[in-house]
């Protein structure tokens, strides 16, 4: 069974880092298949905010120069780096899976087809 699992994240105050980490278990997904990150903040709609698939990756306008996203294929694990935080950056952030090896990087929710059950972030102003 494939299981995603968020760490890392918390209560911090804008202007601070953080680094989320996502723990893969049960299948080692292919550097071809696009692992992501997206968040739900209060209110509204889920968002990408970035995948790498190879060395590729791709970023959420909202979050680019301040978000990296990176992966450890070893581990097989995925990381977020967050500098720069704001207020605005607050939601409960999930990471995902895509079990197809594509072309490109996808950047809707649908493509991916594993999910982690999510850690909050709270950026406090």
């Known amino acids: 069974q494939v299981q995603l699992v968020e760490s890392g994240g918390g209560l911090v105050q804008a202007g601070d880092s953080l680094r989320l980490s996502c723990a893969v278990s049960?299948?080692?997904?292919?550097?071809?298949?696009?692992m992501g990150w997206f968040r739900r903040a209060p209110g509204k709609e889920r968002e990408f905010v970035a995948a790498?698939?190879?060395?590729?990756?791709r970023v959420a306008d909202p979050v680019k120069g301040r978000f990296t996203i990176s992966r450890d294929n070893a581990k097989n694990t995925v990381y977020l780096q967050m500098n720069s935080l704001k207020s605005e950056d607050t939601a409960v952030y999930y990471c995902?899976?895509?079990?197809?090896?594509?072309?490109?990087?996808?950047?809707?929710?649908?493509?991916?087809?594993?999910w982690g059950q999510g850690t909050q972030v709270t950026v406090s102003s």
């Open positions: 049960g299948r080692t997904f292919s550097t071809y298949s696009a």
């Open positions: 790498i698939r190879v060395t590729s990756t």
């Open positions: 995902a899976a895509d079990r197809i090896s594509r072309s490109t990087i996808p950047t809707t929710a649908r493509a991916y087809d594993y």
